[in-house]
């Protein structure tokens, strides 16, 4: 966990940051790779993927600084020191959802279609935002004892959180479960029915973060759930809805 990969001078370049631009990167290739599916041209493609990549780094920050002001209220500069992680990803993908539904809507898009092919690329741009999570430090389990148990280096800020004692891969381990969600995606707007993807995006990751969620260490309860579980039962509850319609509406058509 060493949050700079370079420094030159006074300018230092975060892994958190390299980790973004990878995922970036992965993710337009994959929404270029799928647009025909959702009968976007290129330049809707782009527009889309810029305007959702906005929205998703304000949300995730607007969410984080809300959630943990208390860092930031006597130095308020540092709200804009992004390269530095405090993302939430609930908050950049609350955002992102609202802004692809306004496009599509404004621009008589189908919406559904477009929030499918999202669902494969979000999934590999969560994969490689959370290696940068784990590089960074942040976003970081609960102490254990088991074999998997990862210690921060002596001096780090984490290593002074966590009292130096190993704790749960828990980035590394959202990290792979998003690259498989991404293969059964791509594999799914294949095989699946209009609607499915986005559905089945919905379910599983609610349901694996609500369960990521109790190894994380670095959590407040509400009313004994953390705030991304009491969304991911939302997620839950939206997700096996729509794929039931979904699934049922595409079956009489």
């Known amino acids: 966990m060493y949050p700079i990969a370079v420094k030159i001078g006074s300018l230092a370049i975060h892994w958190y940051g390299i ?3 990878c995922g970036f990167m992965i993710a337009s290739w994959l929404l270029e790779r799928n647009r025909e599916y ?3 041209s290129k330049d809707q493609c782009g527009t889309l993927l810029i305007i959702a990549m906005i929205a998703g780094i304000l949300g995730a920050r607007i969410f984080y600084v809300v959630q943990f002001f208390h860092q930031y209220k006597d130095d308020l500069i540092r709200i804009f020191y992004i390269h530095e992680g405090g993302l939430v990803f ?3 993908f609350i955002l992102a959802f609202l802004s692809i539904i306004v496009y599509t809507r404004k621009n008589k898009l189908d919406t559904i279609r477009v929030l499918d092919i999202f669902a494969p690329a979000m999934a590999a741009a969560h994969c490689f935002g959370r290696i940068g999570c784990f590089l960074n430090g942040c976003c970081f389990g609960r ?6 148990g990862v210690t921060a280096p002596a001096g780090s800020i984490l290593y002074t959180q966590t009292g130096g004692l190993p704790v749960h891969p828990v980035q590394l381990l959202e990290a792979g479960e998003n690259l498989l969600l991404c293969f059964f995606y791509c ?3 294949k095989k699946g029915k209009r609607g499915t993807v986005v559905a089945s995006y919905l379910l599983i990751y609610g349901i694996l973060r609500c369960i990521n969620e109790t190894l994380r260490g670095d959590n ?3 009313w004994h759930l953390t705030p991304a579980q009491w969304i991911g039962a939302l997620l839950i509850t939206a997700g096996a809805g729509l794929l039931c319609y979904f699934y049922r509406h ?3 058509a």
């Open 38 to 40: 959702a009968k976007l």
């Open 90 to 92: 609930y908050g950049g």
């Open 187 to 189: 594999w799914l707007l």
């Open 143 to 148: 102490a254990t004892d088991a074999f998997w």
């Open 220 to 222: 407040v309860l509400y």
């Open 19 to 21: 980790m973004a631009a």
């Open 250 to 252: 595409e079956k009489r």
